[in-house]
């Protein structure tokens, strides 16, 4: 399992931007399926993004189709998770988390993934 770390949450107002990073102790994570999910207080944890290993497209929540994007930096080890035009209701705690190694494909479900970080909070507000 690796030790997943999340940063880049923070307070914005709505219309605003954050971009989340997820990085793994130094390790390069282009071999690790990456999830990034929320979860809102009294909220069930639901799935955001995803960036496969394969060439398959990144997946999103219908949520957030057109306003966040996943991507790699593997120069950096790290992937982003770019949020635009922020809403009150994007307002959760945010993981990263890896499925394991042998997988290359994307799932939606948080069962599949068996790494994950400690969370970083985004709160939108005016």
């Known amino acids: 399992q690796l030790q997943l770390v999340e940063s880049g949450g923070g307070l914005v107002q709505p219309g605003g931007s954050l971009k989340l990073s997820c990085t793994a102790s130094g390790l390069i994570l282009d071999s690790y399926v990456i999830g990034w999910f929320r979860q809102a207080p009294g909220k069930e944890r639901k799935g955001v993004a995803c960036i496969s290993v394969s060439d398959s497209p990144a997946i999103y929540g219908d949520s957030v189709k057109g306003r966040f994007t996943v991507s790699r930096d593997s120069t950096k080890k790290t992937v982003y998770l770019q949020m635009n035009n922020l809403q009150p209701e994007d307002t959760a705690v945010y993981y990263c988390?890896?499925?394991?190694?042998?997988?290359?494909?994307?799932?939606?479900?948080?069962?599949?993934?068996?790494?994950w970080g400690q969370g970083t909070q985004v709160t939108v507000t005016s």
């Open positions: 988390a890896a499925r394991p190694r042998l997988y290359r494909a994307c799932a939606s479900y948080g069962s599949a993934y068996d790494s």
